[in-house]
Nanobody
Framework: QVQLVESGGGLVQAGGSLRLACTASGRYFSSLTMGWFRQAPGKEREFVAAISWRGGRTDYAESVKGRFTLSRDNAKNTVYLEMASLKPEDTAVYSC?????????????????WGQGTQVTVSS
């Protein structure tokens, strides 16, 4: 089993920045593809970003490209989602997800483990 704990959410003004972190339990973090998804009120959950288990590939939703950066620190079992130039439409609950050796990163059905989520609110 893998447990995921997110941190770093909060309230920020439009144009501001936040950094989310997701820490995984266990010894095999380097074998996990890690993803972030978000769900706004009244909307379906959507893909935000993912980083491959090899760490060599990152994928981003079109809506966040150029503004969000995802990285991983295998020594700390943690991924970081740096969010800049935030917009009110980025307001959502952001959830971390993980799966072993996952190649296709954008579909939530591929992920086996999920965190509880952290709220990000961007005020206009």
């Amino acid at each position: 089993q893998v447990q995921l704990v997110e941190s770093g959410g909060g309230l920020v003004q439009a144009g501001g920045s936040l950094r989310l972190a997701c820490t995984a339990s266990g010894r095999y973090f380097s074998s996990l593809t890690m993803g972030w998804f978000r769900q706004a009120p009244g909307k379906e959950r959507e893909f935000v970003a993912a980083i491959s288990w090899r760490g060599g590939r990152t994928d981003y939703a079109e809506s966040v490209k150029g503004r969000f950066t995802l990285s991983r620190d295998n020594a700390k079992n943690t991924v970081y989602l740096e969010m800049a130039s935030l917009k009110p439409e980025d307001t959502a609950v952001y959830s971390c997800a993980a799966a072993f050796f996952l190649g296709a990163t954008m579909g939530e059905q591929g992920y086996d483990y999920w965190g509880q989520g952290t709220q990000v609110t961007v005020s206009s």
